[in-house]
């Protein structure tokens, strides 16, 4: 028996052990393979003026923006939802937004393809195909993603502060704003910067959308390329572009953490 | 009157983002049915084929490891290293997957010269793996640890406790943890794209989808991403079903 329960705990630590060495494998890949192409690149031209810093600042311009468009949106929204609507109906609305948040971004890269795109282009009278278009695709990506967030942060605030507040007489927007905003605040940023990761790692939806030339981002109707789009259409020709992978990884990885870590 | 202005602003804001989240879907919905003919019947078999069947080994080679190594993690491991090993599964599940294409496309058909569908199994494999463990994690998590201690207490082993007590508790979260992951990882078109390249695109549904819209086949891609959405769907159901089947108490 005893001898059982032992070949049992034995195999369930020979399985981390397995996913570690996975794990392990896919890092050192990484590395190795960034660190040999730091002959043919050469770092420091790799860093100083090569085709590495339009593709961050890209990246950067279109994560911003599309938090810029998308954070106050998704937050009325989720605060509605939890705060301020009829317990019926903001059940249906919940289940209605993780749909959204989980639906796959290819889908919406593809709406905003056939209708954001030919707008931009008779608006602008250009290709269409800019880091405007690429903002409010992500931006619209990033609404029901940082909305459910959202409610999983104001969903940790204790329902006793909400009882404790509305039985002095204060309305439900009173309780949000004074009690319930205040103790969550952190998880909001949280929230936040998890969708900012979002934003920097998602390459499918954006390449379709943002024209893909590598350049300064120098106004909205430019094409763009960034971190990930670039990853995604060149990826398979090796080379710096794990340089650029691990760059990307760095930023999306740490971002995460850091929005784990004020949610905690 | 000022309140009443915020709470109305609130209302009209939502109403405004289901709009636009309604237009997506009805965009989906109207234009992929009436688009659906564009699609070769035999094409669609064989891309649903594909798309199912690496779906399926990447799962079988991603949920038994998952399912161990974090019941490991999770019950048996030492308190430092199960935090060390919790903030590694945290790390790895925020790697975008397009990296874990890049890596795929680097070692299984670059290295090794697997298939594509091995390839890409095992990529979605490696790319599922993390995002399984935390939710396996988390459905561990939900069982009330008071009923493990109480079991404890009473003399009875970790292994009889986690296998006779928490499990049976924990199964349905763990199990529908694991089909929304494999639904998520269906919507995928990144990584996938990555390994198979442009040319081999008629295997997996989020690729093909991308693929067709990248080179401007819009009426091919609206009715591709039918597919895809319905597929989705259908596996949030499941994992839905299961979890309530379950009729976990403490869930």
């Given at each position: 028996m005893?001898?059982?329960?032992e070949?049992?705990?034995?195999?369930?630590?020979?399985?981390?052990g397995?996913?570690?060495v996975a794990?392990?494998?896919?890092?050192?890949?990484?590395?190795?393979k960034?660190?040999?192409?730091?002959?043919?690149?050469?770092?420091?031209?790799?860093?100083?003026?090569?085709?590495?810093?339009p593709?961050?600042?890209?990246?950067?311009?279109?994560a911003v923006?599309?938090?810029?468009?998308?954070?106050?949106?998704?937050f009325?929204t989720?605060?509605?939802?939890?705060?301020?609507?009829?317990?019926?109906?903001?059940?249906?609305?919940?289940?209605?937004?993780?749909?959204?948040?989980?639906?796959?971004?290819?889908?919406?890269?593809l709406?905003?393809l056939?209708?954001?795109?030919?707008?931009l282009?008779?608006?602008?009278?250009?290709?269409?195909?800019?880091?405007?278009?690429?903002?409010?695709?992500?931006?619209l990506?990033?609404i029901?993603?940082?909305?459910?967030?959202f409610?999983?942060?104001?969903?940790?605030?204790?329902?006793?502060?909400?009882q404790?507040?509305?039985?002095l007489?204060?309305?439900?927007w009173?309780?949000t704003?004074s009690?319930?905003?205040?103790?969550?605040?952190?998880?909001?940023?949280?929230?936040?910067?998890?969708?900012?990761?979002?934003a920097?790692?998602?390459?499918?939806a954006?390449?379709?959308v943002t024209?893909?030339?590598?350049?300064?981002?120098?106004?909205l109707?430019s094409?763009?390329?960034?971190?990930?789009?670039?990853?995604?259409?060149y990826?398979r020709?090796?080379g710096?572009?794990?340089?650029?992978?691990?760059l990307?990884?760095?930023?999306?990885?740490?971002?995460?953490?850091?929005?784990?870590e004020?949610?905690r | 009157m000022?309140?009443?202005r915020?709470?109305?602003?609130?209302?009209?804001?939502?109403?405004?983002?289901?709009g636009l989240l309604?237009w997506?879907?009805?965009?989906?919905?109207?234009?992929?049915?009436?688009?659906l003919?564009?699609?070769?019947?035999?094409?669609l078999?064989?891309l649903?084929?594909?798309?199912?069947s690496?779906?399926?080994?990447?799962?079988?080679?991603?949920?038994?490891?998952?399912?161990?190594?974090?019941?490991?993690?999770?019950?048996?491991?030492?308190?430092?290293?199960r935090?060390?090993?919790?903030?590694?599964?945290?790390a790895l599940?925020a790697?975008?997957?397009?990296?874990?294409?890049?890596v795929?496309?680097?070692?299984?058909v670059?290295g090794?010269?697997?298939?594509?569908?091995?390839?890409?199994?095992?990529?979605?494999a490696?790319?599922?793996?993390?995002?399984m463990?935390?939710?396996?994690?988390?459905?561990?998590a939900?069982?009330?640890?008071?009923?493990?201690?109480?079991?404890l207490?009473l003399?009875?082993?970790?292994?009889?406790?986690?296998?006779r007590?928490?499990?049976p508790?924990?199964?349905?979260g763990?199990?529908?943890?694991?089909?929304?992951?494999?639904g998520r990882?269906?919507g995928?078109s990144?990584?996938v794209?990555?390994?198979?390249?442009?040319?081999?695109?008629?295997?997996?549904?989020?690729?093909?989808?991308?693929?067709?819209a990248?080179?401007g086949?819009?009426?091919l891609?609206?009715?591709l991403?039918?597919?895809?959405l319905?597929t989705?769907?259908?596996f949030?159901?499941?994992?839905?079903?299961?979890?309530?089947?379950?009729?976990?108490?403490?869930?």
């Amino acid at each position: 028996m005893r001898k059982r329960r032992e070949k049992i705990v034995f195999f369930l630590a020979m399985t981390v052990g397995v996913v570690l060495v996975a794990e392990a494998f896919f890092c050192l890949f990484l590395v190795t393979k960034g660190w040999s192409c730091r002959e043919t690149v050469g770092l420091p031209f790799f860093f100083c003026k090569g085709s590495f810093l339009p593709l961050l600042l890209g990246t950067v311009f279109l994560a911003v923006g599309a938090l810029i468009l998308a954070v106050p949106l998704a937050f009325l929204t989720a605060v509605l939802i939890s705060e301020l609507a009829p317990p019926h109906l903001a059940r249906k609305l919940k289940i209605f937004i993780s749909v959204f948040a989980n639906l796959p971004a290819v889908i919406y890269g593809l709406f905003a393809l056939s209708f954001i795109v030919p707008m931009l282009a008779t608006l602008t009278q250009s290709s269409g195909f800019s880091l405007l278009a690429g903002l409010l695709t992500l931006g619209l990506i990033l609404i029901p993603y940082l909305a459910k967030k959202f409610l999983a942060a104001l969903s940790t605030v204790p329902a006793s502060l909400r009882q404790g507040s509305q039985a002095l007489g204060a309305t439900p927007w009173e309780t949000t704003r004074s009690i319930v905003l205040p103790v969550c605040r952190r998880q909001i940023w949280g929230g936040i910067f998890e969708g900012a990761a979002f934003a920097c790692g998602e390459a499918a939806a954006v390449l379709l959308v943002t024209g893909n030339i590598v350049q300064k981002p120098c106004s909205l109707s430019s094409p763009i390329c960034t971190l990930s789009t670039y990853l995604l259409l060149y990826g398979r020709e090796g080379g710096a572009v794990y340089l650029l992978a691990i760059l990307l990884l760095v930023l999306v990885v740490g971002l995460s953490l850091l929005g784990k870590e004020l949610a905690r | 009157m000022k309140k009443e202005r915020t709470v109305y602003c609130h209302w009209l804001v939502t109403i405004l983002v289901m709009g636009l989240l309604l237009w997506v879907l009805g965009f989906v919905l109207w234009f992929g049915l009436k688009s659906l003919s564009a699609l070769d019947p035999q094409k669609l078999t064989s891309l649903f084929a594909g798309t199912l069947s690496i779906l399926v080994v990447a799962f079988f080679i991603a949920a038994p490891l998952a399912f161990a190594s974090s019941l490991y993690i999770f019950a048996f491991a030492k308190a430092q290293r199960r935090s060390m090993l919790l903030k590694l599964t945290e790390a790895l599940a925020a790697v975008p997957p397009l990296i874990y294409g890049l890596v795929g496309a680097g070692v299984f058909v670059g290295g090794w010269e697997l298939g594509t569908t091995w390839a890409l199994a095992l990529t979605l494999a490696l790319m599922m793996l993390p995002q399984m463990q935390k939710s396996t994690f988390e459905a561990l998590a939900k069982v009330p640890p008071i009923l493990s201690q109480g079991s404890l207490a009473l003399g009875a082993s970790q292994v009889v406790t986690q296998f006779r007590l928490v499990l049976p508790q924990a199964w349905p979260g763990i199990l529908g943890g694991m089909l929304r992951t494999a639904g998520r990882s269906l919507g995928e078109s990144a990584a996938v794209v990555l390994v198979l390249g442009t040319m081999s695109q008629d295997q997996f549904l989020a690729a093909a989808l991308f693929v067709n819209a990248f080179e401007g086949e819009l009426f091919l891609a609206t009715a591709l991403a039918f597919c895809l959405l319905l597929t989705i769907l259908f596996f949030y159901l499941l994992a839905a079903l299961v979890e309530r089947a379950g009729g976990s108490f403490y869930g």
